[in-house]
């Protein structure tokens, strides 16, 4: 008897595969990157076959940056300084984000250099991973930092320097195209981030041109006086009270070569600076002032009551009014005369019930920081002028008090108080560049004594640089502000210099009332 057996049919599962929507862009786009990579590999470029495998190992660790970085900074001009700073920051951004986020999230492989010649591969292939390119970050983050804050015959160079570090990493084997143009992105992104903690610094302030003038410009500086404040570089109080280095010899050897009919009166430790400039400006058909703001401030007083323009010519530490003008050295000013840059700026005053006026060109300030002031340079002789400021700053925030006064009317107890000739940019306690010269405004900046530990917070808030992160803060612009002291007579800085400012007094404006020389790209 034969038995049944059913007979079972046999199966197997059906596995259905979804690919991802973008995995065949993925894939194209990774067959055109190594496209791209085998016809840079096959391609020939005479002349470049030895200088661009060099420029890629030169770039290792950011050696060439960094190098270049410390030539910005030893050339002392201080938008150098700050491209060389800025770009720094933003490698210090990029390369982390490349190196430890980057590569580590998408280990891609490096190219197989087969196509690419031996002369030009890498005396070692590097072993991390190919995505992104962390020397086109630290190229691209470098360039993007300079040229925000270097002027173009600087930061041209450096763009195109950056560009040729990123596509030798492709012409030695060692990334993709698209290895590179990642990195670029992410250097490009680093660099403008660095606004989030340190906004940019425009290179020149915007000043009214003047369209007619009746001063003859002269070639060889026939009909300039220029008065040079030797104190500033004796250690003298000038440029905010600080103490500068001696004046160049050869910037006033400059002066003497490229303006020869000029005269050039030098004012030693013991001699009258406002003198000398009211002797100057009586014989001048052009005031030139050489020293720091406290000179510039006193030679714009003069030129003012004279009515005569000034050439001023930086000669101190920080310059603030010469910086925003774009003159940064002596050879910017004589450059200035010669090109006929003349142009009218704000002048900021602060005038007393008894018609007496102060002028200032770039702040008044009282409160704290006149504190602050006082007492650094009363140490900065001993201690030089940083740690003078340091000492200074733990002194005024265990010691100072508020100073009481009526603001428009409104009675308030200030612990800090800025007033700015024209609006700033930046958010410092005393911030340092403004866009415009002939706004017509003043920028009103206070910390009132809001609670018990407001003096600790604001004073903290005015070293990390962040003003208006302090309690108490306060800000707006306008035309005029009205003071009265109820404790007598308020010490005041005028552009750095120590006063005293009558009880009642008025800050305000005159608008385009001196005119000075110059660049002619800030018209």
């Known amino acids: 008897m034969r038995a049944n057996h059913r007979t079972r049919a046999s199966w ?65 001009r201080p938008s150098l300084r700050r491209a060389a700073l800025r770009g720094t920051l933003a490698i210090a951004v990029a390369s982390p984000v ?40 630290s190229a691209a983050g470098f360039a993007t930092g300079v040229a925000m804050e270097a002027p173009r015959a600087v930061a041209v160079p450096v763009a195109a320097t ?29 660099g403008l981030g660095t606004r989030m903690a340190w906004q940019a610094r425009p290179p020149v302030a915007h000043a009214s041109k003047v369209a ?44 003497e070569r490229d303006l020869p009919a000029a005269e050039i009166v030098r004012v030693g430790p013991e001699g009258d600076l406002l003198k000398e400039l009211e002797e100057a400006a009586v014989r001048a058909e052009v005031l030139g002032v050489m020293g720091g703001d406290g000179t510039i401030n006193a030679g714009a007083k003069v030129a003012l009551r004279h009515d005569v323009p000034m050439l001023p010519i930086p000669g101190g530490t920080l ?27 704000d002048v900021g005053s602060v005038t007393s019930s008894g018609g007496d ?38 002194r005024t925030l265990r010691h100072s008090e508020p100073v009481d006064v009526l603001v428009d009317g409104e009675r308030r107890k200030i612990w800090l108080a800025f ?48 003003l208006h992160a302090a309690p108490g803060y306060h800000a707006w612009h306008g035309t005029t502000l009205e003071l009265s002291s109820l404790q007598g007579s308020l ?6 210099e120590l006063m005293k400012m009558p009880p009642k007094a008025r800050f305000g404006k005159r608008a385009g009332a001196l005119a000075v020389f110059t660049p002619s790209r800030t018209h």
């Open 12 to 76: 197997s599962p059906v596995v259905i595969v979804r690919s991802r929507p973008d995995a065949g862009v993925i894939s194209r786009l990774s067959k055109i990157d190594r496209k791209a990579f085998d016809r840079v590999a096959a391609a020939h470029l005479p002349g470049l076959e030895n200088v661009l495998p060099r420029l890629s190992r030169l770039a290792d660790h950011g050696v060439l940056w960094f190098s270049v970085a410390a030539g910005l900074a030893a050339t002392r």
């Open 98 to 137: 490349v190196n430890i986020l980057g590569k580590q999230a998408f280990r891609r492989q490096r190219p197989v250099v087969d196509l690419v010649p031996a002369m030009r591969i890498r005396w070692k292939l590097p072993t991390s991973h190919a995505f992104p390119s962390g020397h086109s970050a």
């Open 162 to 190: 950056a560009a040729a570090v990123a596509f030798s990493r492709v012409y030695t084997g060692a990334h993709y195209p698209g290895d590179v143009l990642a990195g670029l992105g992410i250097g490009v992104a680093a």
């Open 212 to 255: 007619t003038t009746d001063i003859e410009i002269t070639e060889d500086g026939r009909g300039v006086v220029v008065v040079i404040n030797d104190k500033a570089g004796a250690g003298g109080g000038d440029g905010g009270g600080a103490r500068v280095p001696r004046l160049s010899d050869l910037e006033i050897a400059l002066l």
């Open 319 to 345: 310059n603030h009014f010469t910086r925003a003008l774009g003159l940064e050295t002596a050879a910017d000013a004589v450059a200035a005369y010669k090109k006929g840059g003349l142009a009218k700026v």
């Open 357 to 394: 006026e102060l002028v200032f060109l770039n702040t008044a300030s009282f409160g704290a920081y006149t504190e602050l002031v006082h007492r650094r340079e009363r140490l900065e002789g001993r201690l030089g002028k940083w740690p003078a400021l340091a000492v200074a700053a733990v």
């Open 419 to 466: 007033v700015g000739n024209g609006m700033y940019g930046s958010r410092g306690a005393a911030p340092t560049w403004r866009g415009h010269l002939d706004d017509g405004q003043l920028d009103v900046r206070i910390v009132t004594a809001a609670r018990r530990y407001s003096k600790m917070r604001a004073l903290a808030s005015v070293m990390a640089g962040h």
């Open 491 to 496: 010490p005041v800085a005028v552009d750095g």
